[in-house]
């Protein structure tokens, strides 16, 4: 194997590696937060979805339900 020697360009990649390092883990830390939230918007807007869908079906199975009226004939 060929060791590779630290030149002055190679140097100068390594000067700034800490900010580097940071800003690496910042930009990690920041598409992990955005993801959590993208997750939990689209699981509560299929919770919101389905209620809205159980309300309505249920709302139109009670339209469909005939009414049964009892009259009760007093000519006696």
């Given at each position: 194997m060929r060791r590779q020697r630290l030149t002055a360009r190679g140097t100068e990649r390594f000067r700034n590696y800490d900010a580097v390092?940071?800003?690496h883990?910042?930009?990690k830390r920041m598409k992990k937060i955005v993801r959590v939230f993208t997750f939990f918007v689209?699981?509560?807007g299929i919770i919101v979805l389905y209620v809205m869908v159980n309300r309505w079906e249920?709302?139109?199975k009670s339209k469909e339900a005939p009414k049964k009226?009892?009259?009760i004939n007093s000519n006696r």
């Open positions: 390092l940071r800003q883990e910042q930009e689209l699981i509560a249920k709302k139109v009226e009892v009259r």
